[in-house]
């Protein structure tokens, strides 16, 4: 059974770092991409950094380029995201997700902007980041 577990998330003032893991079990990162998504109240979601199958190639969204940071620890099965310089805007429920493609034919981009064939393998619970100003 994919499963993935977020933690990390916390309360932090505005110019601030939080780091988020993300342990799953059940696959490893090669023939999966895997990334991270999240959704503020009122909003919808978002991708917000993703890495391709065997964590080959990565995508950010625009916002949050030169200030966070995805990286993965295979050894551990864990996916990281390093945010630093965090702003009142990054509010939100943070959640990794996952996607099977063992002909690597889904990247980074596509998994963060949702360009899939089927619908996304597996999500964790989430965790909460609230930015103070």
């Known amino acids: 059974e994919v499963q993935l577990v977020e933690s990390g998330g916390g309360l932090v003032q505005a110019g601030g770092s939080l780091r988020l893991s993300c342990v799953a079990s059940?696959?490893?990162?090669?023939?999966?991409?895997i990334g991270w998504f999240r959704q503020a109240p009122g909003k919808g979601r978002e991708g917000v950094s993703c890495?391709?199958?065997?964590?080959?190639?990565?995508y950010y969204e625009d916002s949050v380029k030169g200030r966070f940071t995805i990286s993965a620890d295979n050894a551990k099965n864990t996916l990281y995201l390093q945010m630093n310089n965090l702003k009142p805007e990054d509010t939100a429920v943070y959640y990794c997700?996952?996607?099977?493609?063992?002909?690597?034919?889904?990247?980074?981009?596509?998994?963060?902007?949702?360009?899939?064939?089927?619908?996304?393998?597996?999500w964790g619970q989430g965790t909460q980041v609230t930015v103070s100003s």
């Open positions: 997700a996952a996607y099977w493609t063992p002909h690597h034919t889904v990247e980074a981009r596509d998994l963060c902007l949702g360009r899939l064939p089927y619908d996304y393998d597996s």
């Open positions: 890495f391709g199958p065997s964590a080959d190639g990565t």
């Open positions: 059940g696959f490893t990162f090669e023939d999966y991409a």
